[in-house]
């Protein structure tokens, strides 16, 4: 009996890896709802910035790694179930928060959004190596930024250029350090694949 496992095929995510099953929808399912729960446990790792509604948390890289490791459909999925279930009020939010009357919950909408993209960049292969991955971790974070922070202005009462030194300026060098560890994981991961292979 052999053990070597199959090539990996063009356009595969990680979570694409997992052993076929009879029962996809429900491992699908499983994948969703644990990229949820992931998302709402790294969003309680919460650090406040003074000056700031905005704290800074895990849930970005929770959020990028979801959407990196599952595809665009699933990570989707799952940063909307995420949204979903804290609107409906999980106090999975950051910080224990829930609902959609926040100051930060534009960056949740900008996360469902950054989770689609790096989904299907990791389709294309843009997790396969450090310089990739990195190139797709920044543009994840602009795509959460770019909702968040004029989401923060405009329910805050702030202009443009205070969202910005309270809402994204804090957070580019935690931001660093989440693309930092990402570039490193998932490049990681592939080549630990492609050795069992």
Do not use: C, N
């Not at 949740?108 to 294309?124: F, H, P, Q, S």
């Not at 923060?152 to 030194?165: F, I, K, R, Y």
Request: aromatic content about 6%; hydrophobic content about 55%.
């Amino acid at each position: 009996m052999s053990t070597a496992a199959a090539p990996v095929r063009a356009g595969a995510v990680l979570a694409d890896l997992l052993p076929a099953s009879r029962t996809k929808y429900a491992v699908d399912t499983a994948l969703v709802v644990g990229g949820a729960a992931l998302t709402g446990i790294a969003a309680q790792i919460a650090v406040p910035v003074p000056g700031s509604p905005v704290p800074v948390t895990g849930q970005t890289f929770a959020a990028l790694l979801v959407g990196t490791a599952l595809g665009a459909r699933r990570g989707f999925l799952s940063l909307a179930l995420y949204a979903l279930v804290g609107m409906a009020g999980m106090p999975w939010f950051a910080e224990g928060a829930h609902g959609y009357a926040m100051p930060s919950f534009g960056y949740i909408l900008g996360m469902l959004l950054a989770a689609t993209v790096v989904g299907d960049l990791a389709r294309r292969g843009a997790d396969r190596t450090v310089l990739r991955t990195a190139g797709s971790m920044v543009l994840g974070s602009a795509i959460i930024y770019a909702v968040g922070v004029p989401y923060l202005s405009l329910a805050t009462g702030m202009t443009l250029g205070q969202a910005v030194a309270a809402g994204l300026t804090p957070f580019l060098v935690g931001d660093a350090l989440k693309a930092a560890l990402a570039m490193g994981a998932l490049p990681t991961a592939w080549k630990l694949i492609g050795r069992r292979g």
